[in-house]
């Protein structure tokens, strides 16, 4: 089973004004798709031919093949953490999760748009679901990832993730990652997509 690039949840030029059709045209088509090319020609007649992407990137050891796959599976996660007229506000089981973990959508907002831009590498800023809390249900985490690392490899459920690599924004900010970070925070986050996940997560929980 050869790794595929994935369509683009919506248009190329959908995010605009926030991210540009420009942007997406040199991070979908040539950043993401080269990670996935890159993935495919290093498992080509090994034993990992044919796994699924989620099992490389769990699996793999630390290097060029682990790199090409959990930047690909973390590109793929990214796309659909946006949507076209995002932001706003999340509502039930999510809203609730968010309020007790963090004190409320705002305050979330705050500490994920200070994770993202903080994070002094290139990387990566999530959302995710902490399951390792017994009969206390877990909780929701921020957490910050350097290059291609991902909250699959600790045991973390993404719900949502924000790309600061500077290939992600510097055609349409430069070097201004706070505005790209604020950008998606009030107008691209996809709660619908966050809220879906967020309960898988509850439901695989409780099986």
């Excluded at 796994?51 to 793999?60: G, H, Q, Y």
């Excluded at 291609?148 to 690599?165: E, K, Y």
Aim: glycine share 12%.
């Amino acid at each position: 089973m050869t790794i595929q690039l994935p369509d683009l949840p919506y248009a190329p030029d959908a995010l605009s004004p926030h991210i540009s059709e420009r942007t997406i045209s040199f991070h979908y088509d040539k950043h993401h798709a080269g990670y996935v090319k890159a993935v495919n020609n290093g498992v080509a007649g090994t034993p990992d031919e044919g796994r699924a992407l989620e099992d490389l990137v769990c699996s793999l050891p630390a290097g060029g093949l682990f790199n090409a796959a959990a930047q690909t599976w973390n590109h793929n996660f990214y796309w659909q953490s946006m949507s076209p007229g995002g932001g706003g506000e999340p509502s039930g089981d999510l809203a609730a999760a968010l309020e007790a973990s963090f004190g409320g959508v705002d305050a979330f907002q705050a500490d994920f748009a200070a994770g993202a831009v903080g994070n002094f590498a290139s990387g990566w800023g999530w959302l995710v679901f902490d399951g390792s809390g017994g009969d206390q249900g877990g909780s929701l985490r921020i957490v910050q990832t350097d290059d291609a690392q991902t909250p699959l490899t600790d045991d973390l459920t993404p719900l949502l993730v924000i790309d600061v690599w500077e290939h992600a924004y510097y055609l349409d900010y430069q070097n201004a990652r706070a505005a790209y970070v604020d950008a998606f925070v009030e107008h691209l986050i996809s709660w619908e997509f966050a809220s879906a996940n967020y309960g898988a997560a509850l439901d695989a929980r409780s099986r």
